[in-house]
C-alpha cells in the first residue's frame, strides 16, 4: 500500500448495515461508525503491525494487520472487547491484557501474529492477577508493572527460561517506563516522595538490579520518561519536565551523567516526544489552545520544522523507519483518520487508512471562547447548531481527569446534542492540562471548589452573551466530570436545570476505600493525604456532603465493575437522593469505567437525551 492510493482494509466482514442505513440519525451513525487507532507496528518488522478496531458488531477489538495488504485479521473477540495491547520488537507475539468485564485487574496474555480469537493464546508472564503499571518489551525480557491492594507498585522482569524476577517494589504508585535498545537498562517513573502527580525518575540495570541514576527535581514538578534512543549503545533519554512552569523536554544520559534541553520554536507544553530513528531528531506534540500539533526538532542544528496540519488535533503519533510519520488525526468537524504526515508539510497528509462501512457523519466547528474567572483566563470551546439564533438550551460538558483538557478533536458525544438543538460547551476549567502547569495544579487548592468556580464563569457568561436560556442549561460530565456534576448540583443548585452524571466519584471518602491501588495514591497526592489523615478535606470535596442541597433532577451512570469510580459509593449517594425524595434515575451496566460496545455507548447518550428532554422541554433522541 501507498500513501497516495491508500487501501481500506476490511474486518474479513461486510460493513455494518446500521452506519449506512438512512433510518440511523446522524447522532447515532457517529457512534456507529467503525472505528481504527494508530497501527503499533514491531520495531523490526514494520511491516507488521497491531490495530484496535472496532469489528462489524460494533465491539472493539485487536487485530493484526501486514502493513499494505488490505485486511485486518481479527486476533481477539471478547464480550466486552478488548483495548489494551502491543506486538513484540521481532513481530512473532501479539500481547494484550485480559480482565474480567472492564474491571482493569487482569493478566497478560499473548498470542501468534496472524493468529484468530482464542488460538495459541497463553499465559505471556505467569505473574497473578493485578492492575496494569506499564509494559517494556524486549526480545530477550518483557519488564512488567502491576499494582494491587496491600503492596502498592512491583515491578517484574520476564524471561522464558527463568521464572520471573522481582525489580523493584513500593507502597507508592509507580510505572514501567522503557527499555534501551541493548535491553539493559529500564526506566521507572516512581512517587517514593509520596506524591505520584509529580512523579522521579530511576533507572536500573537489568543484569543485577543495580541503580544506574535518579531523577527528580523537587517537589510539584514531575518528571516523565518518553523513551530511550533507538540507537544500540545510547542510553540517552527523553524525559518531560516542568522546570520553567510549562512541560517541556530535555535529553538525560543516566550512564554519562549529563542533561540537555530541547528547544522548541512552537507555542504550546510538550505533552510526548519520540526519537527519528537516527536518534538525531526528536517528533514532539504540542499541547496549545486544545490543539495538539507535531513538530520535528533537529538535536545537532536546534531547528524546529512542523509536521502536519496546525489545525485540529493529533490524537496520537509515531515515526516509521522511512522517516514517515504516521498519526490519527480529526477536528470538531471531520471524524478520525490514520494518517501519514511529512516533515516541513503542514497539510493533513495522506489517508493511510479508513475504516470500513460508512464513515461516521461531519459535525461542526467550534467556536474558542475566553472568559475572566477568579483565577484567570479560561479556555472553553464552544458548539452550536449550524445557523442557529437566539437563546439556546445549554450542555456544560465537563471533562474528566481532572488532569486533561477537552480540544479541537471530533466527539460523537458532543455532535450528538447539538444535532438536538443545544449548544454544548466544554470548559478548560483549572486542574486542565495545555496551560501551564501552574493552571494544572490550582485544584489543589480546593478540590473540586475550584474547577467549578471556572464553569460558573462559563456558564454565567455564556448566559450573559444571550448564548445560553438560564433556565435551561444541564451540567454533564463522565469520571471526574460526573464528580463535578454531582458536586456542582448541591453546591450551586440555582444554577443547572438539569444533571447528567456518568461514572462518577459521588462519596469520596467511600470512593478512596474501594478504588485501585493507583488512583488512591493520586488521591493521597491531591488532598495531601488519605481520608484518615485529612477528613475535613475530603468532606469539603465529596458530593455526599451537598446532596441535601440538590434540586434538579439528576441522571447516574454507573459501571458495575468500575475500579476507579466503584458502584458501592455511587449506591451511597443513591440511597441519599431516595431518602430525601430527591428526582434521579440511574442506569448500571455490566462493566467498568466506560465501554468498548458501541451498543452499550448508544445505549448511554440515547438515555441521556431523552432524560435532559423530558426535564428540559427539547426534542427527544430519535429511535
Known amino acids: 500500500m501507498s500513501a497516495a492510493d491508500p487501501a481500506p482494509p476490511s474486518l474479513d466482514a461486510p460493513a455494518s448495515a446500521a452506519t449506512s442505513d438512512p433510518g440511523v440519525p446522524a447522532w447515532e451513525a457517529r457512534f456507529r461508525a467503525r472505528r481504527m487507532g494508530l497501527p503499533d507496528w514491531a520495531?523490526?518488522?514494520?511491516?507488521?503491525?497491531v490495530v484496535a478496531a472496532t469489528t462489524e458488531q460494533g465491539v472493539l477489538e485487536l487485530h493484526s494487520w501486514q502493513v499494505g495488504d488490505d485486511k485486518l485479521r481479527p486476533a481477539t473477540r471478547r464480550p466486552d472487547g478488548t483495548a489494551d495491547g502491543t506486538i513484540s520488537p521481532d513481530g512473532e507475539w501479539l500481547w494484550?491484557?485480559?480482565?474480567?468485564k472492564g474491571d482493569e485487574r487482569g493478566t497478560w496474555r499473548r498470542q501468534p501474529f496472524g493468529s484468530g480469537p482464542g488460538e495459541a493464546t497463553e499465559d505471556a508472564t505467569g505473574l497473578p492477577p493485578a492492575y496494569s503499571s506499564g509494559l517494556a518489551l524486549g526480545h530477550r525480557v518483557a519488564v512488567v508493572g502491576s499494582s494491587d491492594d496491600g503492596y502498592g507498585v512491583r515491578v517484574h522482569a520476564v524471561r522464558a527460561d527463568r521464572p520471573a524476577e522481582l525489580l523493584y517494589e513500593h507502597v507508592e504508585e509507580a510505572y514501567v517506563g522503557d527499555l534501551t535498545r541493548d535491553e539493559q537498562l529500564v526506566v521507572l517513573a516512581h512517587s517514593e516522595h509520596g506524591d505520584s502527580r509529580h512523579p522521579a525518575l530511576r533507572v536500573l540495570r537489568l543484569d543485577d538490579v543495580s541503580t544506574v541514576a535518579d531523577l527528580w527535581d523537587g517537589p510539584g514538578k514531575g518528571l516523565h520518561p518518553a523513551g530511550f534512543s533507538p540507537v544500540t549503545g545510547d542510553s540517552r533519554l527523553l524525559v518531560?519536565?516542568?522546570?520553567?512552569?510549562?512541560?517541556?523536554l530535555l535529553v538525560w544520559d543516566p550512564v554519562a551523567g549529563t542533561q540537555s534541553d530541547v528547544p522548541?520554536?512552537?507555542?504550546?507544553?510538550?505533552?510526548?516526544a519520540e526519537w527519528w530513528p537516527d536518534g538525531r531528531s526528536v517528533l514532539i506534540a504540542l499541547d496549545h489552545h486544545a490543539r495538539t500539533t507535531l513538530?520535528?526538532?533537529?538535536?545537532?542544528?536546534?531547528?524546529t520544522t512542523p509536521v502536519g496540519p496546525r489545525t485540529g488535533t493529533v490524537t496520537s503519533s509515531s515515526v516509521r523507519d522511512d522517516g514517515s510519520v504516521w498519526a490519527t488525526w480529526s477536528s470538531a468537524a471531520q471524524p478520525s483518520t490514520v494518517r501519514v504526515l511529512t516533515s516541513g508539510a503542514t497539510d493533513a497528509g495522506e489517508v493511510l487508512l479508513r475504516a470500513p462501512g460508512a464513515p461516521a457523519p461531519g459535525s461542526v466547528d467550534i467556536e474558542d471562547v475566553w472568559v475572566d474567572g477568579p483565577g484567570g483566563r479560561i479556555h472553553a470551546l464552544l458548539r452550536r447548531p449550524a445557523g442557529a439564533t437566539g437563546r439556546l438550551p445549554l450542555v456544560v460538558d465537563v471533562h474528566g481527569g481532572p488532569t486533561w483538557h477537552d480540544e479541537d478533536a471530533f466527539d460523537s458525544y458532543a455532535s450528538a446534542w447539538v444535532d438536538h438543538g443545544y449548544a454544548q460547551v466544554q470548559v478548560n476549567y483549572r486542574g486542565s492540562t495545555g496551560y501551564g502547569s501552574a493552571w494544572r495544579d490550582a485544584l489543589e487548592q480546593r478540590v473540586g471548589h475550584v474547577e467549578l468556580e471556572d464553569v460558573l464563569a462559563v456558564r454565567d457568561h455564556l448566559v450573559a452573551a444571550g448564548v445560553a436560556d438560564p433556565d435551561r442549561v444541564a451540567l454533564a460530565g463522565r469520571s471526574w466530570g460526573g464528580y463535578l456534576t454531582l458536586l456542582g448540583l448541591g453546591v450551586h443548585p440555582e444554577r443547572w436545570a438539569v444533571g447528567l452524571a456518568g461514572v462518577p466519584v459521588a462519596d469520596y471518602v467511600a470512593a478512596y476505600d474501594d478504588e485501585m491501588e493507583g488512583l488512591k495514591a493520586f488521591d493521597r497526592s491531591l488532598f495531601g493525604g488519605s481520608p484518615e489523615q485529612v477528613p475535613q478535606k475530603y468532606a469539603d470535596s465529596s458530593p455526599i456532603t451537598y446532596v441535601e442541597h440538590v434540586s434538579a433532577p439528576v441522571l447516574v451512570l454507573a459501571g458495575e465493575n468500575d475500579p476507579r469510580c466503584p458502584i458501592r459509593q455511587i449506591e451511597n449517594y443513591l440511597a441519599r437522593l431516595q431518602q430525601l425524595g430527591l428526582p434521579h434515575e440511574v442506569y448500571r451496566y455490566d462493566a467498568g469505567h466506560g465501554s468498548l460496545v458501541d451498543d452499550e455507548r448508544v445505549?448511554?447518550?440515547?438515555?441521556e437525551l431523552d432524560f435532559a428532554a423530558r426535564h428540559l422541554g427539547t426534542p427527544p433522541a430519535f429511535r
Open 96 to 100: 494484550w491484557f485480559d480482565d474480567d
Open 43 to 49: 520495531r523490526d518488522r514494520p511491516e507488521r503491525a
Open 295 to 303: 513538530v520535528r526538532v533537529d538535536l545537532d542544528a536546534g531547528t
Open 603 to 607: 445505549k448511554h447518550m440515547r438515555l
Open 264 to 272: 522548541v520554536d512552537a507555542p504550546g507544553e510538550v505533552t510526548d
Open 240 to 248: 518531560v519536565h516542568e522546570r520553567a512552569g510549562t512541560p517541556a
